[in-house]
Structure formats: C-alpha cells, structure tokens
C-alpha cells in the first residue's frame, strides 16, 4: 500500500534525505516548519509524520500535539539530535509518539522504524473501522441486543 508520509525539518538536507530513502514506495510531502506542517495537514491525509524535535518557533512535539486535530490516525516519529528528557516525555504523554529516532540514524533501520509505524497506522485504522461497523450494526439491530440485555437482567 502506498502512503503518504510528512516529513518535517528545517534543514533542508535532513528533508532530502528523507525523501529519498522512502519517495520509491510511499509519496513523501515536505515542510520546513511545525507551522507548514500544519497547513500541509489541513489540506492532506497522511499516515505518518516524521518530525525534527528542535525546530525555531514550533518544536517537534507542539506540532505533534496541534495536528492530533487534523492527522488524529497519523502514526508519529521524532528525529532529534539531543536528548531531553522533558521533551520526550511531553511527546510521549500528548502526541501519541509511535517511536523517537536518534540523529544520524542509519538508513534501513530508519526504513524499517518506518515501514512498523505504517503497519501499525493501518492496525489502528483498522481497527477504528472495525468498531464503527459493529457500531452501526448494534444500531441498526438494537432489538437484538436489548431482548439479550433484558434477558440477563430478569434471570438475575
């Protein structure tokens, strides 16, 4: 299944990189800050995110946090080049991080990071739709459910 991925970074090489590892099996689309980013969410459905941590203006984890509202199903992955405890734990508690890579990464364990998120993107996709079918079934056929529920409660 092709994907479409946003990678996310200031540095334009960071960016290039990114793209070619992965524009042969999913369509990568680029932005050179959190605030792009954004507006590229408002107008695109993506599968994943690929974020610099340390960017000016809007780090890596308030991008994340801010397109829960428009990319809520999109899997996320932060690059980062430092370690900060705080901010990976932030990440961690309100973006619904997927995984953190380390700069540099290497390229095919990057791949593979990648390609796991996006099987896990289509689990979570899955499963959601899954859940609104036996929703809308529950609903379309309430009697069957409620004869069982009274049934249960009367055997009491």
Same mark, same amino acid.
């Given at each position: 299944?092709?994907? *479409?991925?946003?990678?996310? @970074?200031?540095?334009?090489? #960071? ?16 932005? #050179? ?7 590229? +969410?408002?107008?695109? !459905?993506?599968?994943?995110?690929? *974020?610099? !941590?340390?960017?000016? $203006? ?8 801010? &397109?829960?509202? @428009? ?9 980062? $080049?430092? *370690? ?10 309100? &973006? ?5 890579? &380390?700069?540099?990464?290497?390229? +095919?364990?990057?791949? !593979?990071?990648?390609? @796991? ?5 289509? *689990? ?14 529950? !609903?379309?056929?309430? &009697? ?13």
């Amino acid at each position: 299944m092709r994907h *479409t991925i946003l990678a996310v @970074d200031d540095e334009p090489a #960071n960016l290039r990189m990114v793209e070619r590892l992965l524009r042969k099996e999913h369509r990568v689309l680029t932005a #050179n800050s959190g605030e792009e980013a954004l507006e590229i +969410l408002r107008q695109e !459905q993506v599968s994943l995110i690929i *974020t610099d !941590q340390r960017m000016p $203006g809007m780090n890596g984890t308030e991008m994340l946090r801010k &397109s829960m509202h @428009d990319a809520p199903d999109a899997a996320r992955i932060i690059l980062t $080049g430092y *370690t900060d405890v705080e901010a990976l734990i932030d990440a961690i508690n309100t &973006s619904r991080v997927y995984k953190f890579a &380390s700069k540099p990464w290497d390229p +095919l364990e990057f791949k !593979q990071t990648v390609e @796991d998120a996006l099987r896990d993107h289509e *689990t979570h996709v899955e499963q959601r739709r899954l859940v609104r079918d036996l929703l809308a079934f529950v !609903q379309s056929h309430p &009697s069957l459910f409620i004869a069982e529920t009274m049934l249960e409660a009367t055997s009491d």
